[in-house]
Nanobody
Framework: VQLQASGGGLVQAGGSLRLSCAAS????????MGWFRQAPGKEREFVAS??????????YYADSVKGRFTVSRDNAKNTIYLQMSSASPEDTAVYYC??????????????????WGQGTQVTVSS
């Protein structure tokens, strides 16, 4: 499975940005996909996740982004999105998308995922 993240850039505080992650290859084997982010000097942290293998509306968010970010999918395009709204400087990080190839009870840890995209930089100016 190959993942290509895009859509990062510079946005002012309070603004919006939409990230995309296109999957290719053995996409039929993907159970779940997620977004993570990593700021300089910090560990990679969970942002949001969405199921792929079953028709569920169960999306999950980190508390820090709940109510501001929305994860969605377009199965026909093998693409997931992260709509960022009300951005704050604390959201500045490299954002990564990831794919999990097996069922797990949760998908909050980087260890739950098998494939990663290359990352896209998001910078929020104050």
């Amino acid at each position: 499975v190959q993942l290509q993240a895009s859509g990062g850039g510079l946005v002012q505080a309070g603004g919006s940005l939409r990230l995309s992650c296109a999957a290719s290859g053995r996409t039929f084997s993907v159970y779940n996909m997620g977004w993570f982010r990593q700021a300089p000097g910090k560990e990679r942290e969970f942002v949001a996740s969405i199921p792929i293998a079953w028709n569920s509306r169960s999306t999950y968010y980190a508390d820090s982004v709940k109510g501001r970010f929305t994860v969605s999918r377009d199965n026909a395009k093998n693409t997931i999105y992260l709509q960022m709204s009300s951005a704050s400087p604390e959201d500045t990080a490299v954002y990564y998308c990831a794919a999990a190839l097996s069922y797990r009870s949760s998908y909050y840890s980087p260890r739950d995922y098998d494939y990663w995209g290359q990352g896209t930089q998001v910078t929020v100016s104050s």
